[in-house]
Every structure is written in structure tokens, then in C-alpha cells.
Nanobody
């Protein structure tokens, strides 16, 4: 099993910045990709950004140029730096990890709320 603990959410004004962190523990050997997804009220969960163990990244078009995902493999931690936040970024942000050894499994954190409002 892999446990994911997120931190860093909060309330920020439009144009502001936040940094989310997600620390993985447990059976972390074999984790290939980690990332962030978000879900706004009344909407489906959507991809925000992912990063593989060798630092290959993928971003949703809506956050390209504003969000940056990074990963510290030694700490089993993934970060999401969010700049120039917009009200439409308001959502519950979930950390995700995909383990490929010994078998493929996906894990989710409990979520951290990000609210962008003046």
C-alpha cells in the first residue's frame, strides 16, 4: 500500500500563488508517476499535471505556463507550484501515484482545497 498526504491548499486572491506538496509513504518502491488532479463542484475529476520518475511532465492545457510540477525522488514527494491563479482553478486537488512494481496500482490522497477568490 501507498499512503499520500497532501498539504498547501488554502484561500488566495486571483493572480496569487500557492504551492501544493504530496508526500508518499509505505510501499513507495516501484512508483512510476505522480501527479495532481482536481475536482470542482458539479464537475468530473480532471488531470492537472503528472510527472514520471525520470521527470517527464504532462500538463492540462488550462494550466500550461502557470503551474509547474516537480518531484523529489529521494523524499518521495511531488510538488505543484501554482502561479497566476484564477477563480476557475478553485477545486479540491488530489494527489495521485501510480505504482508499476510489483503490479500496477493507483493511489489517491484525501485532497486539499484550493479556493481562488477576491
Amino acid at each position: 500500500q501507498v499512503q499520500l498526504v497532501e498539504s498547501g491548499g488554502g484561500l488566495v486572491q486571483p493572480g496569487g500563488s500557492l504551492r501544493l506538496s504530496c508526500a508518499a509513504s509505505g510501499s513507495v518502491f516501484g512508483i512510476h508517476s505522480m501527479g495532481w488532479y482536481r475536482q470542482a463542484p458539479g464537475k468530473q475529476r480532471e488531470l492537472v499535471a503528472t510527472i514520471t520518475r525520470d521527470a517527464s511532465t504532462n500538463y492540462a492545457d488550462s494550466v500550461k505556463g502557470r503551474f509547474t510540477i516537480t518531484r523529489d525522488n529521494a523524499k518521495n514527494t511531488v510538488y505543484l507550484q501554482m502561479n497566476n491563479l484564477k477563480p476557475e482553478d478553485t477545486a479540491l486537488y488530489y494527489c495521485n501515484a501510480v505504482r508499476v512494481v510489483p503490479g500496477i496500482a493507483a493511489y489517491w490522497g484525501q485532497g486539499t482545497q484550493v479556493t481562488v477568490s477576491s
